[in-house]
């Protein structure tokens, strides 16, 4: 099992950032895929951004193409914890924020269903 919780989200000003957190515990951190999914009211949860373990090669970070060059995604293996740096945030962005775990590395997944541990979710919410 793993356990993820994120933290970090809040009410933020178009134009502003924010930095969310995810800390993971229950299994070896640095050998997992690392994602973070977005959920709005009425939509389907997305794909927003993704990490690779530490020993694939290769580019090691994606996003989706909504939030490619303001969103940034890292890992910190030491703390067990993931981050996503949100930057130039705009109204849209406004979601539930989650973090996830696919214990099977899948290269480049994008999809829920290929992740098998989620956190709680954490609030975004991006004023005009």
């Known amino acids: 099992q793993v356990q993820l919780v994120e933290s970090g989200g809040g009410l933020v000003q178009a134009g502003g950032s924010l930095r969310l957190s995810c800390a993971a515990s229950?299994?070896?951190?640095?050998?997992?895929?690392m994602g973070w999914f977005r959920q709005a009211p009425g939509k389907e949860r997305e794909f927003v951004a993704a990490?690779?373990?530490?020993?694939?090669?290769?580019?090691?970070?994606y996003y989706a193409d909504s939030v490619k060059g303001r969103f940034t995604i890292s890992r910190d293996n030491a703390k067990n914890t993931v981050y996503l740096q949100l930057n130039n945030l705009k109204p849209e962005d406004t979601a539930v924020y989650y973090c996830a775990v696919d214990s099977d590395n899948t290269r480049y997944a994008r999809d829920p269903g290929e992740f098998d541990y989620w956190g709680q979710g954490t609030q975004v919410t991006v004023s005009s």
């Open positions: 990490v690779a373990a530490i020993r694939m090669s290769g580019e090691n970070a």
């Open positions: 229950g299994r070896p951190f640095s050998t997992y895929l």
